[in-house]
């Protein structure tokens, strides 16, 4: 697809060759492009899309997109309580008081916590796993944060785990091995509901979501 796109460009429209000076210009942009397709969900079409947006932005709106990337990988660093992305180590949720410090949600990755917290219903603290469970991946127990888990949990104030692993079979997995290692510590361990997601029609939902709102129904 970008192939063909560069061949027309070079071409230029109606067939005519276009300067010979343009092309510098046009291999930067198909740089862009092939970089932004690497990105998640940014198909070729959606990297044509950004990279052309972006030539025709102001210069000081690219530079602060080129500065923001270049800031996450420079100063970001990761919580050495609870794996979190942060700047400042512990992060600004472990170092909170105001946080519920009884409480665990275990995620797998960072963006799970934005999305958490974006409900402003969970106060407590976090843990992520950077990472599931998956055999078929080579990722064993060993490979995500776990060691790390049991050591906070060791320490002795924490009387609640929240699995917020994700709902599929790997999440699912994680879930039920960190449950055997951390029951018998006597912390309770929750895991998040599972269901039907607002707005879905029951006709369209799959078996496995229906089977687990039928089993995970509540009082009304
Ligand atoms: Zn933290």
Known sequence: MIGIHIRIMERGIKGVRLNQNLIPTTESIYKLIQELN???????????????????????????????????????KLCSVCFNVTDADPCSICRNNQRDRTKICIVEQPQDILALEHTRIYHGLYHVLHGAISPTEGVGTDDIK???????????????????????????????????LISPLGIRVTRLARGLPFGTELEYADDVTLTQAIEGRQEF
């Open 38 to 76: 690497k990105l998640p969900g940014i198909g070729p079409k959606s990297a044509q899309r950004l990279a052309y947006h972006l030539l025709r932005a102001p210069e000081e709106q690219a530079k602060l997109l080129a500065d923001a990337i270049l800031s996450i990988k420079r100063k970001t």
């Open 146 to 180: 776990i060691k790390e888990l049991m050591n906070r949990l060791q320490a002795g104030s924490i009387d609640e785990v929240i699995l917020a692993t994700n709902p599929n079979l790997e999440g699912e997995q994680t879930a039920l091995y960190l449950s055997q």
